[in-house]
């Protein structure tokens, strides 16, 4: 009976909460066509890159979440190919300047969403 009430009252608490709501999905159908709703959803909702995160399944639905946010950037998808044995000298190097995370992969493809910083 307590576990029951406990697990009711984390319900509530986690569906009243303001942040519950906050972020925002979408689900993109591939494998064509996927990018130009991808990058539409990010231009209307401008979230900071690091509160992006989705990933590609087997069928290539891509499946996007993310936190609303006032992003000036400009966001960009790269579409790379990659060994199945090594890794890449160009993810590497994106990864280390801090403009790209990895959207997933599809095969030996990556999908990596890269940014630039807005400038003031």
Do not use: C
Request: net charge positive.
């Amino acid at each position: 009976m307590k576990l029951t009430s406990a697990a009711l009252v984390t319900t509530l608490l986690l569906a009243l909460a303001p942040s519950a709501q906050a972020a925002e999905y979408q689900h993109f159908r591939g494998p064509k066509g996927w990018r130009t709703g991808v990058m539409e959803f990010l231009q209307r909702f401008k979230p900071d890159p690091a509160s992006v995160t989705g990933g590609i399944n087997g069928e290539f639905d891509v499946h996007l979440y993310l936190v609303p946010g006032q992003f000036n950037g400009t966001y960009k998808i790269l579409h790379l190919k990659h060994s199945t044995v090594a890794g890449s000298n160009t993810i590497k190097s994106l990864m280390d300047g801090g403009t790209a995370k990895i959207l997933g992969f599809w095969g030996e493809d990556v999908f990596v969403l890269t940014w630039t910083k807005p400038t003031s």
